[in-house]
């Protein structure tokens, strides 16, 4: 795991905004690609003035979608018996599709954004969308609304680490437990919305007429 966070480093130190992008498409699959490791070393270099902060919340919120979008379509292509067949060779065996389904047909719209907010959830939620044949364009502004709000964070917490600690750019392991000591901020970012999403729901609810 130490190589490939050196090797996913390095890619975002090189390749800028479009290593950004290809990064977190690959993140957005169930390949292991975090996100924790992509925006905060980019928020880094943004810090410098090497790149846009509002460049790398762009870049990385274009490529989570584009593997958003791509693993919906072949998961909607492929259906659930070649998932369940194969998934287990891609990290993703059939007891995490069964929660994925479960979370998806209880929060529906909600639990596609809410996911794109939890480092566990936000590169599985896809397959079981696609599955379900959820609406494209709803599947579509609820990831791209929960994944500008999760980028905007980490790349946030980068650059709190480059005021902190700016020596941790030179260390990508330190810099990567840095980020996860601080992911209290990304909870109760969660927690806000979830709060928000609840009262709404409970708003919208129909009432019974007597």
Request: include cysteine; aromatic fraction near 14%; glycine fraction near 8%.
């Amino acid at each position: 795991m130490h190589h490939l966070v050196q090797l996913w480093f390095e890619w975002v130190l090189t390749g800028g905004y479009l290593g950004i992008i290809v990064l977190m498409a690959l993140g957005s699959t169930p390949l292991p690609v975090p996100a924790e490791v992509v925006l905060p070393p980019a928020a880094f270099l943004a810090a410098q003035g090497r790149l846009s902060f509002a460049g790398v919340i762009l870049a990385g919120t274009f490529g989570a979608y584009l593997g958003a979008a791509a693993m919906y379509w072949v998961s909607r292509w492929i259906g659930r018996p070649l998932v369940l067949r194969f998934g287990r060779f891609f990290l993703f065996p059939p007891k995490k599709l069964d929660e994925a389904e479960h979370w998806l047909a209880r929060y529906q719209a909600g639990g596609i954004f809410f996911a794109r907010l939890l480092p566990g959830a936000r590169h599985l939620i896809s397959i079981p969308a696609g599955i379900v044949r959820m609406n494209f364009a709803v599947f579509s502004y609820t990831t791209l609304a929960g994944s500008a709000i999760s980028c905007a964070i980490l790349a946030w917490l980068g650059r709190r680490a480059h005021q902190l600690e700016p020596q941790l750019l030179s260390d990508p392991d330190a810099l990567l437990h840095f980020i996860r000591s601080q992911s209290h901020f990304l909870l109760l970012v969660v927690l806000a919305f979830a709060a928000l999403y609840i009262v709404s729901m409970w708003l919208t609810k129909p009432r019974r007429t007597e």
